[in-house]
């Protein structure tokens, strides 16, 4: 398969199961209500207690303009500011899982489409694999965490080195510090694109091999690295995806700045023109993955062999010749 039917397909893919940009968009109204309670609820009181106004906080600069002592409001109430940390932590807790379940959903009735392209969506059918899929994918995802923490460890050591390098250099010749200090910052930033593309690139195929295939996260992950590997234009097809990704999301940034610029419609009209731009982004995410998820199973999955029935046999004609009296009767 190629590149461009690889994405053609993902969009038809994304375009039969278009009910999952619905589902993802009630997510968010879902994660935005927990905010709110679990967040919200417990800063309001921690607000009121502290005797902040909330009338007067017109702007963020407003808050930390009252909050000119925070050690000494930390001290009188350190019971419900942890409370507070506590309550935020748990709420990132809660929309982590929440957020796996709900991309296990996903990855299910995209991977099943794949297998059975006469599959229909139905939310019996995503909630089936989205709690199938949890415990390896949320294993998975702890292990990808793993990968990043040592990635950014590298780069945090290369970005030091260099440091000290520029450091070095400037005592002894400036023109060779700026040299060195140019050279090695464009040498750390195309490792750390190399390392994010790289990374991400490891965990959308991992996830394809953990449905297809049914293995672990650890197993996941080496046979993702073995793939990339084997199928190098895997790695192209997903910097091609993310490049689009990435200017898709600028050209609609872009198309809300006039919206600033109009004083009192501008305000009104950009709130529904947000909401369109996160569906769309969602739809564009989607078709990502379902892109990833069909090149994956078109050029690892061995395709199912036809079973072809006996041939129909053809009647024998009797061929013996005639006797001549018969023939002059």
């Known amino acids: 398969m190629t590149n461009i039917e690889a994405i053609k397909d993902g969009f038809r893919l994304i375009n039969k199961n278009w009910q ?12 935005s209500l927990g905010f709110f309670i679990i967040v919200g609820i417990p800063l309001a009181i921690a607000f009121i207690m502290f005797g902040i106004d909330l009338t007067g906080l017109a ?3 407003d808050i930390f303009s009252i909050l000119k002592e925070p050690s000494d409001i930390i ?10 940390i506590a309550s935020f932590l748990l709420y990132i807790s ?5 957020g796996i379940y709900i991309f296990g959903g996903s990855i299910g009735i995209l991977g099943r489409s794949l297998r059975d392209r006469t599959l229909r969506f139905s939310m019996h059918t995503f909630f089936d694999e989205a709690k199938r899929l949890f415990s390896r994918l949320f294993g998975f995802t702890a292990v990808i965490g793993i ?14 080195s260099i440091a000290a390098l520029v450091s070095f250099a400037r005592s002894q010749d400036s023109t060779l510090a700026l040299f060195f200090g140019t050279f090695f910052s464009l040498i750390l930033v195309i490792v750390a694109l190399a390392l994010i593309l790289g ?28 793939y990339l590997f084997r199928h190098p234009n895997a790695f192209w097809l997903y910097t091609i995806l993310c490049g689009g990704y990435i200017l898709a999301s600028f050209l609609l940034i872009l198309l809300s700045f006039p919206f600033t610029l109009i004083p009192v419609i501008g305000a009104i009209f950009s709130f529904p023109y947000q909401l369109i731009s996160y569906v769309f982004q969602t739809y564009l995410g989607l078709a990502i993955l379902a892109t990833i998820l069909s090149y994956y199973y078109s050029t690892e999955i061995p395709s199912e062999p036809i079973i072809e029935g006996p041939a129909p046999q053809t009647p024998v004609q009797d061929e013996t010749p005639q006797s001549q009296s018969d023939n002059f009767t």
């Open 20 to 31: 999952l940009v619905l589902v993802q968009l009630g997510m968010v109204i879902i994660s």
């Open 59 to 61: 702007h963020v600069k």
């Open 75 to 84: 001290s009188r109430y350190l019971g419900l500011f942890l409370i507070i």
């Open 94 to 98: 809660l929309i982590a899982l929440f």
């Open 147 to 160: 990968l990043v923490i040592a990635a950014a460890f590298i780069l945090g050591i290369l970005g030091g």
């Open 199 to 226: 990374i991400i690139s490891i965990t959308l195929y991992g996830i394809a091999c953990l449905f297809f295939k049914n293995t672990g996260s650890i197993k996941s992950l080496r046979e993702a690295i073995h």
